[in-house]
């Protein structure tokens, strides 16, 4: 996979989060960022036919094992901000009965 | 001694958990026990490692060598810790209840002690990323800590927009370490002396990095969820939040333009004008403010700005690290004594305070010292930055008197404050929280000690030479004169008759969608620079 097609997912994202004027929606932008940002770095150090960067004694042509660890812990806080946003986004439509960004911050406050 | 760098982080969220898991009554005590081991680590452990601070000591989590994770420790890592460990004790002492302990919120509060002091540590680029998120998702808990409607709605904004600047940050780091195979920060320095100037995709790091950290910063297009997050969260988060934790992002402004120091991107003038930008923009919505917190809250944006003039208008880091501290120490005064207040009178609206000199005479004190330092009162701490940053822009007239202007618009923001304090006392409910005025005694001392001591503890503490300051002249003493002068009438003639322009800045707040729309556009600006250089 190209890395300028990873770039064009970041992109994606970042043109979601500065139109869409749902808060489920703004959730996803940031998770297609993330996910763009994941393929590119896996990208990185991804190459045709490279091996898994598991040694058993000889060390042949493997893929750099840095970037699919430090991806695993960016999925993992991927995941936790996806599910702590959307909690509030339950809670947000208990108390407004709307998940328009709009329509939540024209409001004044509601205990 | 040694592993002290590991323990700053591991004992605080260690005993979170314990607590979180116990939910005992004595929560507190815990949480204050742990609080006295840390602080006997840091300062057995900077006693220790004093006379290496100009390198700095760098420990490897894991006894692994170069290729483990680096904590490293100099003067810049070594003089935060020591202020977060310090406005972690208000926080607690200021939370403090004998008989009621909240162990979930004790929980998050220490967990995100151990995760900043982490963030101050670290040497490494991805660790430095999982710190900045998790300050993030905790930071969002704790505004939406109350779960009211409106903390939920800062929080849910505060932290989409958050993970978008660092998300933003990360990108830079792919980038690093695609050119330089490695995201050791000091190991990606010492590549870059050899690099060719003008290295396009360290560059394009570079402004993704900057750009991610501007919003941890709250820099000029892209602080709308400060006064959000900062205004209806807990009086105590909010010291905490705008005294320390968007000093993070200026850590890392500082510690980023130093690793990419031998690249030479020439981004100061740049820096600069966002820096007046976020200072302006903060005096201007500060004025305009009849919420308490809010208008910290902007005050805060205004401070932010002159740190940022401050570091780039110097050699150094020293006068933006000086107004870091005295930032923390005042505005984290003025939010625990605003917190007082609010619980009190059981209304924000300042308008409908008044009276405090007479209701609460030990809190106005303590109030008007906070107003006297932030506004830069000789004596005080907040002189003594302020005129380190304005003695810098002297030879340039017009930023010295922009920078003057936003002393001035500061200044008419606390005048407008300071009106509470007169007039009839209106309704108001006892305060019997001792324990609550103990942090603002505290505070209150070190504004005064740091004004008064400049030149001795800046040399103690900081190791930087600030005797050009002199607060007992009498140029100091004409200057504060003027600009409170220009700051009354500025209040008196615009501000107080609350015209319709006032009334619509003050309903002014920038929606989801466009802040991030600025934010893609201040990216867009940045690498236009980058470009053009």
């Known amino acids: 996979m190209n890395p300028i097609l990873t770039f064009i997912v970041v992109l994606i994202g970042f043109y979601g989060l500065a139109t869409s004027k749902n808060i489920i929606k703004s959730v996803f932008c940031v998770t297609i960022i993330e996910s763009g940002i994941i393929l590119l770095f896996l990208n990185l150090g991804n190459f045709q036919g490279g091996g898994i960067p598991i040694l058993n004694g000889e060390a042949d042509a493997i893929v750099d094992p840095l970037p699919q660890a430090l991806m695993i812990t960016t999925i993992v806080i991927g995941s936790t901000v996806t599910a702590l946003s959307l909690m509030l986004c339950i809670k947000l439509f208990h108390r407004y009965g709307s998940i328009e960004w709009a329509q939540i911050l024209r409001r004044e406050d509601v205990e | ?533």
């Open chain 2, 1 to 533: 001694m040694e592993h002290a760098p590991i323990l700053f982080i591991l004992i605080p969220v260690i005993t979170a958990i314990i607590i979180y898991v116990l939910r005992s009554r004595w929560s507190h005590y815990l949480a204050f026990f742990a609080q006295i081991i840390v602080t006997v680590l840091a300062v057995i452990y900077y006693v220790d490692i004093a006379p290496h601070f100009v390198s700095g000591v760098i420990y490897f989590i894991g006894d692994w060598d170069v290729i483990g994770i680096p904590l490293m420790n100099d003067r810049l890592s070594a003089v935060l810790v020591s202020l977060t460990i310090f406005v972690w004790w208000m926080v607690l002492i200021y939370k403090f209840r004998p008989k009621e302990a909240e162990p979930t919120f004790l929980f998050f509060l220490l967990f995100l002690e151990g995760v900043f002091l982490g963030l101050l540590q670290t040497s490494d680029l991805f660790n430095l990323f999982v710190f900045m998120e998790l300050t993030t998702i905790i930071v969002t808990i704790l505004v939406a800590f109350k779960k009211m409607g409106s903390s939920i709605r800062a929080g849910v904004y505060y932290l989409l927009l958050n993970t978008a600047g660092v998300l933003m940050f990360l990108i830079g780091v792919v980038l690093l370490y695609y050119t330089f195979g490695t995201i050791n920060m000091l190991e990606i320095r010492n590549g870059m002396e050899g690099l060719a100037p003008g290295h396009t995709v360290v560059g394009l790091a570079y402004v993704l990095m900057m750009a991610g950290i501007s919003v941890k910063a709250a820099l000029f297009p892209v602080f709308a969820w400060l006064p959000r997050a900062h205004g209806v969260a807990q009086s105590a988060v909010s010291a905490l939040l705008s005294g320390l934790i968007v000093k993070g992002g200026i850590y890392l402004f500082i510690r980023l333009n130093g690793m990419f120091s031998p690249a030479d991107f020439d981004y100061m003038d740049f820096f600069f004008f966002v820096g007046l930008a976020t200072a302006l923009t903060g005096s201007l919505f500060a004025m305009m403010q009849k919420n308490i917190k809010v208008l910290l809250a902007y005050s805060t944006l205004t401070q932010v700005g002159l740190i940022i003039i401050g570091l780039v208008s110097l050699d150094d880091y020293s006068a933006g690290l000086l107004h870091v501290v005295h930032h923390a120490l005042f505005k984290g005064l003025l939010f625990f004594a605003a917190g007082i207040i609010v619980s009190v009178y059981r209304t924000k609206d300042i308008t409908k305070i008044s009276g405090l000199m007479r209701s609460m005479p030990i809190v106005s004190i303590f109030m008007i010292i906070g107003m006297l330092a932030i506004t830069g009162a000789p004596f005080m701490n907040g002189y003594i930055s302020k005129a380190l940053i304005t003695d810098a822009l002297y030879d340039d007239p017009l930023r010295y008197y922009a920078v003057f202007l936003v002393n001035v618009g500061s200044a008419a923001a606390f005048v407008k404050l300071s009106m509470i304090f007169f007039g009839p006392k209106t309704l108001s409910y006892p305060h019997k929280n001792y324990a609550q005025i103990v942090p603002l005694a505290v505070i209150s001392l070190a504004c005064f000690v740091f004004g008064i001591f400049h030149e001795s503890l800046g040399e103690i503490l900081f190791g930087f030479d600030v005797s050009a300051v002199d607060p007992f002249t009498f140029t100091a003493l004409a200057t504060y004169i003027v600009t409170i002068a220009f700051g009354f009438l500025l209040y008196h003639h615009l501000i107080r008759p609350d015209r319709k322009g006032v009334r619509r800045l003050r309903r002014f707040t920038v929606t989801f969608e466009t802040a991030n729309y600025l934010f893609v556009i201040y990216v867009a600006v940045l690498t236009g620079f980058f470009l053009l250089l």
